[in-house]
């Protein structure tokens, strides 16, 4: 069986509209797969280390879900990164645990793709920035996936009905290629 772990490292999901959807409809689509919603369990950022890395041996495929905040993973996902995947548990010559692992970085951005390009006002290419997260992928033997990413994800006006189409269709769009990339 393919054990589904989704590590979900938005700071507050009580403020998410995306990722909260997201992951709402990813779970209808995959009710299996376990959601660990970290500001919930570690509000403090005090992450209990041997707790999510017992969650993570017992994976088969991790997910790591976030909004994309300055250009990576948002502090809480990061400090999930720097406490959780420690040496000799997910790197160093002791530290297979995760090898073999299948991996999906599945991230939201505010700015539209059209942005992201060297004539857009964010003028890198989105893939510009994944590397981070192959690298971090690769130390740890992760079995890397292509990533699942949605562009222009801020609602910025509920009321302008086209807007929310458009957002909860790739809502719907997302959990869609996400559920197909952990199967
Ligand atoms: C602190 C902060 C930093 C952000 N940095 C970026 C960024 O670097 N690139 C981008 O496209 N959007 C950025 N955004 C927009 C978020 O990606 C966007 O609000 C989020 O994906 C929406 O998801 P949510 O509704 O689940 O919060 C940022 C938002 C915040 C609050």
């Not at 160093?92 to 793709?113: D, I, Q, R, Y």
């Amino acid at each position: 069986m393919n054990k589904i772990l989704v590590i979900a490292g938005h700071p507050d999901y009580k403020s998410s509209v995306a990722n909260k959807a997201i992951l709402n409809e990813f779970h209808q689509l995959v009710p299996s797969a376990d959601i660990v919603y970290l500001d919930a369990e570690y509000p403090d950022f005090n992450i209990d280390v041997a707790r999510e890395q017992k969650r993570l041996v017992e994976a088969d495929t991790v997910v790591f879900e976030f909004p994309f905040w300055w250009y990576s993973a948002p502090s809480l996902m990061r400090r999930y990164f720097e406490l959780v995947l420690s040496h000799g548990f997910a790197y160093g010559s002791t530290g297979t645990a995760l090898h073999g692992k299948k991996v999906v970085f599945s991230f939201t951005a505010g700015a539209p793709e059209t942005a992201y390009s060297p004539e857009g006002y964010q003028h890198f290419m989105m893939q510009q920035f994944i590397p981070q997260f192959r690298a971090l992928s690769n130390l740890c033997g992760l079995e890397w996936q292509e990533p699942v990413i949605s562009f222009g994800m801020m609602l910025l006006d509920p009321d302008d009905k086209e807007a929310a189409e458009r957002f909860y269709a790739e809502v719907k769009s997302h959990a869609d290629r996400l559920a197909k990339a952990v199967i």
